[in-house]
């Protein structure tokens, strides 16, 4: 069974520049989850989809984040435009119960 | 408002002894706790997990404790093997929007290293 894919890796930006990360959960997982990582803490949630409805965004910076996950599968998050606090590991899951599968992330570098 | 914490940043242990990582919650709604495990340049991978309705989890060399009253739980690793060495998050999942899967809310983590 594949697991949960993300690209890119690494990315590397200046402030105020845009950046968008994919995702494609573990098949038939309807739910899927993307989480940020700062370093030294845990991941914390951004935003949360039940297929391709958004069950959970409240810690979702609204302003500079967007999510979105069409025909219930795949998913993008975008940031724009990108602070210098927005550098951290971006996590996609995906779930069919309480146990959540990881991708290997996205580090987010923004200079 | 951390409801699950991690209070050790880092444990050192020796290769064949035991490694007990504890983690604290303050949320009493929390039914069911995950212990993950990440390695560097890698998502977290699930471990073990453990149900309010017990007391204690075994797989392998890792056992899940839960001490309810105290809102705590450890995990322990029994022997510990250098191929141990990795960040361990404990987390529990809250339920939203009607679902009965909602978002996992982790600690901060703790770095665990074996020594051969």
């Given at each position: 069974e594949a697991g949960v894919a993300q690209s890119p890796r690494y990315k590397i930006i200046e402030k105020r520049q845009s950046v968008a990360f994919w995702c494609n959960p573990i098949s038939g997982h309807a739910t899927l989850y993307w989480y940020q990582q700062i370093l030294g803490q845990g991941p914390k949630l951004l935003i949360q989809f039940q297929n391709n409805g958004?069950?959970?965004?409240?810690?979702?910076?609204?302003d500079r984040f967007s999510a979105e996950r069409l025909k219930g599968v795949d998913s993008t998050l975008k940031i724009?435009?990108?602070?210098?606090?927005?550098s951290a590991v971006y996590l996609c899951a995906s779930s069919l119960d309480r146990s959540q599968f990881f991708g290997p992330g996205t580090r987010l570098t923004v200079l | 408002d951390q409801q699950v914490k991690q209070n050790s940043p880092s444990l050192s242990v020796q290769e064949g002894r035991i490694s007990i990582l504890n983690c604290d919650y303050t949320?009493?709604?929390?039914d069911y706790f995950l212990w993950y495990k990440k390695y560097p340049a890698e998502g977290p991978t699930f471990l073990i997990s453990i149900s309010s309705i017990k007391d204690k989890n075994e797989d392998g060399r890792f056992t899940v404790f839960l001490n309810k009253s105290a809102k705590h739980l450890s995990l322990h690793i029994v022997?510990?093997?250098?191929?141990?060495s990795a960040v361990y998050f404990c987390a529990a999942p809250s339920n939203a929007g009607g679902t009965s899967y909602g978002k996992l809310t982790f600690g901060q983590g703790t770095i665990l290293t074996v020594h051969p």
């Open positions: 958004v069950v959970d965004d409240s810690q979702l910076p609204k724009q435009p990108a602070k210098l606090e927005d | 949320n009493s709604m929390f022997p510990s093997q250098p191929g141990d």
